[in-house]
């Protein structure tokens, strides 16, 4: 379970309070879905440079034709049925060279807060994220010409002036690239929605940014939600909003019933556990959630019994920060392309205000 480097979740002095917030993040999650199966997250061996990204999380999804695809921590935690019995569903690479806000306590504006972050890239696991290209095709590659690859939450996106959608049934493009760029897409989840007021807009600046663009929220939105393409030193970003709750249930998870919100102002108490099972032996889904596995090497979902490949390489794009959330693609064996999202997610400011 732990590669004892005596850093990162193994440090002396902060590893069992990083450890405690990645679950406290996995048990919030678990309580806004009301899902049957887990997810296997493989927690990888932990940076240390302290430059280029912060995190970055990754899902798996098949690479078997042409449509829409929800990913392999999609597909487990809604059927039960594990989609590899080889590889992790997913996986999560910090870096700890960054200064982070290991605990829940308030995080200081020359910190990050790990479990915001941590909240974040595993949201992209879940789905909150676009395959589309800057020209509007697919990052993950097509069978056939005129459609491509795209995700269950690509298949919600639509021009926000005219309504067109982007992808059609069987992942047929109807973007073009001037769309990427047009400040115009919202996502049109019904039940987001609703919530919402009208369809979310989407971050799709004028200014293109790979893996930033499309799989984000527009940053103009207050109250913020968790998914906004970048952050700052001190900034938390504990809980979803109502209706970015809403945007799972579009994406086809069934909630939990209890955590959504229909009033968008957010609880201004991060509460990460509020406990909606009294009875944690006896509830409905005593395998709902999903399991953490720090800095990798051991199966996490004990009804495998195997050992985990990793797949591809999360990476990639480390060289600046950029103070954007990016979501790359790797093809890993096939049938399967390792989408690795939430790179670089953070703008930090390293002084202090006095
Ligand atoms: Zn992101």
């Known amino acids: 379970m732990i590669d004892n480097t005596g850093f990162g979740f193994d440090d002396p002095a902060e590893g069992a309070t990083r450890q405690a917030t990645v679950?406290?993040?996995?048990?919030?999650?678990?309580?806004?879905?009301?899902?049957?199966?887990?997810?296997?997250?493989?927690?990888?061996?932990?940076?240390?440079?302290?430059?280029?990204?912060?995190?970055?999380?990754?899902?798996?999804?098949?690479?078997?034709?042409?449509?829409?695809?929800?990913?392999?921590?999609?597909d487990h935690l809604t059927t039960g049925v594990d989609p590899s019995s080889t590889a992790p569903d997913g996986n999560v690479t910090m870096d700890f060279g960054w200064p982070w806000n290991s605990d829940m306590g308030p995080?200081?504006?020359n910190e990050i807060d790990l479990y915001s972050v941590v909240l974040h890239e595993l949201t992209h696991a879940l789905g909150i994220?676009?395959?589309?290209?800057?020209?509007?095709?697919?990052?993950i590659g097509s069978f056939n010409a005129g459609s491509g690859i795209f995700s269950t939450y690509d298949s919600f996106l639509q021009r926000g002036s005219t309504g067109k959608q982007l992808y059609l049934a069987g992942g047929v493009i109807n973007a073009t690239s001037a769309d990427m760029r047009s400040d115009d897409i919202v996502f049109a989840g019904p039940n987001a929605?609703?919530?919402?007021?009208?369809?979310?807009?989407?971050?799709?600046?004028?200014?293109?940014?790979?893996?930033?663009?499309?799989?984000?929220?527009?940053?103009s939105l207050l109250p913020e939600p968790v998914m906004l393409a970048s952050t700052t030193g001190g900034r938390e970003g504990r809980e979803y909003l109502g209706w970015e709750i809403q945007a799972l249930a579009d994406l086809g998870y069934p909630l939990s019933g209890q955590v959504p919100d229909p009033d968008p102002d957010p609880d201004p108490d991060p509460d990460p556990d509020p406990d909606p099972d009294p009875d944690p032996d006896g509830g409905p889904m005593p395998d709902g959630g999903i399991d953490p596995g720090f800095d990798g090497g051991t199966p996490i979902d004990p009804g495998d019994g195997g050992t985990p490949t990793r797949v591809g390489e999360v990476g990639g794009n480390t060289s600046t920060l950029t103070g954007t959330c990016s979501v790359h693609t790797t093809k890993g064996a096939p049938p399967w392309a390792l989408v690795v999202l939430g790179l670089i997610p953070l703008v930090v400011r390293r002084t202090r205000r006095s």
């Open 23 to 74: 679950t406290a993040v996995l048990e919030y999650i678990s309580s806004v879905l009301n899902v049957p199966g887990i997810a296997d997250i493989e927690f990888q061996r932990s940076q240390s440079d302290g430059s280029g990204f912060l995190a970055a999380a990754g899902s798996l999804v098949s690479v078997d034709g042409d449509g829409f695809k929800g990913g392999f921590t999609f």
């Open 107 to 109: 995080t200081p504006s």
């Open 129 to 139: 994220a676009s395959y589309a290209s800057s020209t509007g095709g697919s990052k």
């Open 193 to 219: 929605t609703m919530v919402f007021g009208s369809a979310p807009p989407i971050h799709a600046p004028s200014g293109y940014s790979s893996g930033s663009s499309i799989s984000h929220w527009a940053s």
